[in-house]
């Protein structure tokens, strides 16, 4: 895809957002339950379930999907998915691309051992490598972009509010 039919496909949408703003308000949503056993939680994905279980920092057995990778998988995939919307909009050719992402936790947070030390993951990173002819200048306006406009970027930086309640 390039520029002109990225612009063609979103500009009916951009303008219905412009014309309705209250069309452009959806909703996303996820599921999880405690299907399986031990301290585990079963996500529905688009590619099947995922169980969730403990960090081997915490006391898992590594068998389980650790939320804190899913994470930085679903960063990952957001700002892969943006970058690339971004750089087609750019006019940036990117023949190849390698994206990481790390953050770093502090176990004994998340197990109570110590009120000093986080729970969560701290300074997170996300590094693109990109195979690509662009100069060092449009290289830093593709990454502003690309971390403007990532949904889960974004939304790491308000938490998310909790609920719990009786069934």
Do not use: N
């Not at 959806?26 to 405690?34: D, G, L, Q, R």
């Not at 997170?124 to 406009?149: M, N």
């Amino acid at each position: 895809m390039d520029a002109a039919q990225l612009r063609d496909l979103q500009a009916p949408i951009k303008q219905r957002y412009r014309d309705e703003p209250a069309s452009a308000c959806v909703t996303m949503h996820a599921e999880a339950t405690f299907a399986d056993p031990g301290v585990t939680a079963t996500v529905q994905t688009w590619a099947g379930p995922a169980r969730a279980g403990l960090h081997p920092s915490t006391g898992g057995d590594g068998s389980d999907a650790c939320s804190g990778d899913m994470l930085l998988q679903a960063l990952l995939a957001c700002a892969g998915v943006t970058m690339r919307s971004v750089a087609t909009a750019m006019g940036v050719e990117i023949r190849s691309a390698r994206l990481s992402a790390r953050g770093d936790m502090d176990a004994r947070g998340t197990l109570g051992v110590s009120k000093e030390a986080p729970v969560g993951l701290g300074a997170i990173t996300v590094d693109a490598e990109l195979d690509t002819d662009a100069d060092d200048a449009t290289l830093a306006k593709l990454g502003q972009l690309t971390e403007r406009y990532c949904v889960v970027a974004q939304t790491l930086a308000q938490p998310p509010h909790l609920t719990v309640r009786r069934a």
